[in-house]
């Protein structure tokens, strides 16, 4: 099956640069599945979880909200956070969620249970990364791993 | 500076341990260096491959009007000052805040207004009675874009309200690790993005339209050339930092010399004074 580049940029590092079979997410106009050699597209990302098909098997990245470029040869995520499912550390996602559940109890006024809805959201999407990475036998970990050059 | 030599053996002492203290803040601020210039590496493509996307969009929305690309006449001006949080790195931050105030002279109060980045800068600002709209401060030595993303946020979406028309940022640009550059550059309103001129002519299905989503892609590039700057006056904190600590090593190290010098000389002069006593004390013997 044909592959094409995807490369997830945050503005911190590239997450991720690897060849794809497919790539599912949800965009501002709903779902998108993007196969190699797409028509050019750009759009708006919503944060959630976005699936990865790789050569190996499917893995599962959680992302907050950015953008896709869809070239017929290339594909560029530009999101604000993005971690792969079996990197995601739970420890910290249920502090996370711990604060934000406490926050959302404490709080009515709307700016501050809005954020904290925001992060209790975000929580879910890394909890369902996690889970979904590791169902599925965690394979970028396993390309990653598989390359001697990565830190 | 006649002492006696115990004097001076005490300052020697004090000498060589500041010299111990400067020496090693001197190798700590290289090793931040190397890491915030990584972080500088690191963080490049997302800014090259929105640029890249700004100008393929710009090039099919180009009627668009957004605020952030709007020249607006000027009745207000912002200033992102970056300064560091800690002292000890030479002119560092008197650079940055002795520039910034050459960008107000001559101006009211009312027409212009300050968001600071590191504790010095506020700390000047806010004493001096100066107006701050918002500041960041304690950021991590390799700052990350959560870090920054909210003061980043919050200016954009006031240039946004029209709380001020354009703004600067005022800040040490790195250019190696001994030399840093005062600059205040222009950011808003974005105009740089004529480059979509020489764009490819690549036709885009947008979704859900141009308009939209150019309108997020703006406020998100602006926010990066905020976390560009930022990570940039990091870099260059640490290089002058760098220097700063090591010119006072090598300044430690003379002192010790000509101490070193002062103190043979009070030590030989004794010995001296010694001998001729003891010659003199046999003299009258005789």
């Known amino acids: 099956m044909s592959t094409v580049p995807l490369q997830v940029v945050t503005p911190d590092r590239v997450v991720l640069d690897m060849d794809i079979q497919m790539l599912s997410l949800r965009g501002g106009g709903g779902e998108l599945g993007i196969l190699p050699r797409h028509t050019p597209l750009a759009t708006t990302v919503k944060p959630g979880v976005i699936k990865v098909k790789l050569a190996e098997g499917e893995d599962f990245l959680a992302v907050s909200e950015g953008f896709l470029q869809v070239m017929p040869d290339r594909i560029t995520l530009l999101v604000e956070s993005a971690e792969v499912g079996s990197f995601i550390d739970m420890d910290r996602v249920s502090l996370a969620k711990e604060r934000a559940e406490k926050r959302l109890a404490e709080h009515a006024d709307d700016v501050q249970t809005e954020r904290a809805k925001a992060a209790l959201q975000r929580a879910n999407y890394r909890t369902e990364a996690h889970e979904l990475s590791l169902k599925h036998g965690e394979v970028i970990k396993h390309r990653i791993e598989g390359k001697e050059n990565i830190r | ?286």
Not at chain 2, 11 to 28: C, G, L
Not at chain 2, 158 to 166: H, K, T
Not at chain 2, 217 to 231: G, N, R, S
């Open chain 2, 1 to 286: 500076m006649a002492q006696s030599p115990r004097d001076i053996r005490r300052r020697i002492k004090s000498v060589q341990n500041t010299a111990q203290i400067t020496k090693a803040m001197e190798m700590v601020a290289a090793a931040k260096l190397r890491r915030v210039q990584e972080a500088v590496q690191l963080s490049k493509p997302y800014l090259e491959k929105m640029q890249e996307m700004l100008a393929d969009i710009a090039h099919s929305a180009r009627f668009v009007k957004h605020p952030l690309l709007a020249v607006r006449p000027v009745r207000r001006t912002g200033y992102l000052v970056i300064t560091s949080d800690r002292g000890l790195a030479g002119a560092y931050n008197a650079n940055v805040i002795r520039r910034a105030l050459q960008e107000f002279r001559g101006k009211d109060k009312a027409s212009y207004t300050i968001f600071a980045v590191g504790r010095k800068g506020r700390d000047f600002f806010s004493r001096h009675g100066y107006p701050l709209s918002g500041e960041a401060t304690g950021l991590p030595d390799s700052p990350t874009y959560p870090s920054i993303s909210s003061l980043a946020e919050q200016i954009v979406s006031a240039y946004g309200a029209e709380e001020f028309d354009e703004l600067y940022m005022v800040y040490n640009e790195f250019i190696n690790a001994v030399t840093q550059r005062t600059v205040a550059v222009k950011v808003l309103p974005l105009t740089d993005l004529s480059k979509a001129d020489t764009a490819r002519k690549v036709n885009f299905l947008y979704e859900p339209d141009e308009v939209t989503l150019l309108t997020a892609l703006l406020p998100k590039y602006a926010e990066t050339l905020v976390y560009q700057a930022v990570l940039d006056a990091k870099a260059s904190e640490h290089g002058a930092r760098m220097t700063a600590m090591g010119n006072a090593s090598d300044a430690a190290g003379e002192m010790i010399d000509s101490l070193t010098l002062a103190l043979n000389r009070a030590r030989q002069a004794a010995i001296t004074t010694q001998i001729a006593e003891v010659v003199g004390g046999a003299e009258a013997l005789k």
